[in-house]
């Protein structure tokens, strides 16, 4: 017993520090590396809000003021696959109380509204056009309650509870879920004390696979702010231990970059609207993001290793505005036209191992689960060589996940023909997805350099494009 001790620490001494933090580095989930995958989403405000006009409802507005007469669930369906969005998290109850389905353990409901003679129920429709649709179905559900009459009592925590296992068990599957944390007072001037524990645990035994965002997670971090960038520097780790949701939360450049050594794996979210307000409000018409904002939205959230959740609030009709419609597919359309033509692929360019100075296909074969493994040292490095000079001003980057985050740092040397770095581009973490773009730039080569990691990186992508001048990052 005490030989294989002292072998066992032997072993334990002489295993470099990298592979030691690779064996205790956190890691994603299953659920977790598929969302990861989900890039780009889109959230609605939607409730009695949408008809008077307010951000923060007081929770004592008339039911009957809810009355989209022409809500059409498939066409925000619609407008969301032709925005290339691959999901949609509603707004089933926000700080107002008001439930978008006919809650059982509520008095304010759309079954109190006058909407369909108090016989609708949005969070069934949408469901049901999700799944038509082929997009995922998510919940945003306010802990914060300004209507109901248990709010500030312990039985409160008994109503949430039956009101999430209502939406899971009626609505399901909920792919995420989205806790709001803001706790202000209630109708009788009291705040509720939050059962998070108990919370969490009803999530986890009704439906496992449901990812859940909070402040703090448990699988899906706040980026810190509501413009919608995450940190240049995004690690996909963050420590929990000693903060709450709301106003304990972490603070927020740490939401926005996370902890390099982080102990949970929770990474983060952008959530930001296509206009200034989160709900629906026709005097803001005139102010929805152009379709330009919004890639440069996409660069600064995907483009930087997060998910992007984009807020489009239906209007008091129950539709999409045209002017939101338009933005999202004009985005769309900027996306594919700029990421159509990637120059590292269809034999313009191969890739070199050059330390091994041996060509890989891992790199440009569309394929995350193939890759080159980088360990620590300047001479391990992966190159594109053009066939010709080619002019480009972005690069995408990917690293494999599934063992964990390790990229802390590299260099990409855009070379000439006589192997002169014409532009070097410093970087810090890769995560998921690492859109860098710069001005335009004649190059014969790309040299991919790690510089610093926690584990060795496994690169499973490079890409390289020229897209339209006036989309580089500002
Ligand atoms: C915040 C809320 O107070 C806003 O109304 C909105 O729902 C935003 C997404 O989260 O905490």
């Known amino acids: 017993m005490r030989i294989l001790k002292t072998v066992l620490i032997f072993i334990f001494a002489i295993t470099p520090w990298f592979l030691q933090a690779q064996t205790l ?22 409730g009695p809000n949408t008809f008077t006009g307010l951000e923060w409802g007081h929770g004592n507005e008339h039911e009957e003021v809810f009355n989209p007469a022409s809500l059409d669930c498939e066409q925000w369906c619609r407008i969301a696959k032709a925005a290339g969005a691959k999901a949609i998290i509603i707004t089933a109850k926000h700080h107002d109380g008001f439930c978008l389905w006919p809650s059982k353990f509520s008095k304010h409901t759309v079954r109190e509204s006058k909407w369909k003679e108090g016989k609708g129920d949005v969070l069934k429709e949408l469901s049901a056009a999700c799944e038509k649709f082929g997009l995922k179905f998510g919940v945003y559900i306010s802990p914060w309650d300004r209507n109901h009459p248990d709010y500030g009592t312990a039985a409160y925590n008994d109503v949430f509870v039956n009101m999430m296992t209502e939406i899971f068990t009626n609505y399901g599957p909920i792919w995420e879920l989205w806790w709001d944390g803001a706790n202000g007072e209630g109708p009788n001037g009291k705040r509720q004390v939050y059962d998070w524990k108990r919370f969490e645990k009803t999530v986890r035994d009704l439906s496992p696979n449901t990812v859940v965002f909070s402040d703090i997670g448990p699988d899906i971090r706040w980026v810190g702010n509501e413009q919608g960038f995450a940190g240049k520097t995004n690690w996909n780790t963050l420590d929990t231990a000693g903060f709450t949701r709301g106003a304990g939360s972490p603070p927020l450049d740490t939401l926005n970059t996370g902890n390099v050594h982080g102990k ?28 330009e904002q919004l890639f440069e939205l996409y660069l600064k959230s995907v483009g930087r290793g997060a998910n992007l959740l984009l807020n489009v609030p239906p209007d008091g009709r129950g539709l999409i505005h045209e002017n939101d419609s338009a933005a999202l597919v004009g985005f769309n359309k900027l996306k594919a ?48 060589k053009f066939k010709k000079p080619e002019r480009i001003n972005c690069i995408i980057l990917s690293e494999d996940l599934s063992a964990g985050q390790a990229c802390a740092g590299f260099i990409a040397y ?32 790309i040299i991919i350099s790690i510089q610093g990691q926690k584990s060795s990186t496994l690169i499973t992508e490079i890409e390289a494009y020229n897209i339209d001048e006036r989309l580089i990052e500002k």
């Open 264 to 291: 949970n794996w929770i990474p983060a979210e952008c959530d930001v609207s296509i206009r200034p307000g989160w709900f629906y409000h026709k005097a803001e018409d005139s102010k929805v993001k152009t379709p």
């Open 337 to 384: 036209e700029s990421f159509k033509n990637n120059l590292a692929k269809g034999g313009k360019g191969y890739f070199l191992r050059y330390n091994a100075n041996r060509v890989t296909r891992a790199l440009n074969d569309d394929d995350l689960s193939t890759g080159e493994m980088i360990t620590l040292n300047n001479l391990q490095t992966v190159e594109i």
């Open 414 to 445: 855009l070379t000439n023909r006589k192997y002169k770095a014409v532009t070097t581009i410093k970087g810090t973490t890769i995560g998921r997805k690492k859109i860098i773009t710069f001005p335009q730039t004649e190059v014969t080569s």
């Open 25 to 46: 580095q956190p890691k994603p989930t299953k659920a977790q590396l598929a969302w990861h995958d989900m890039e780009f989403y889109l959230f609605m405000h939607f």
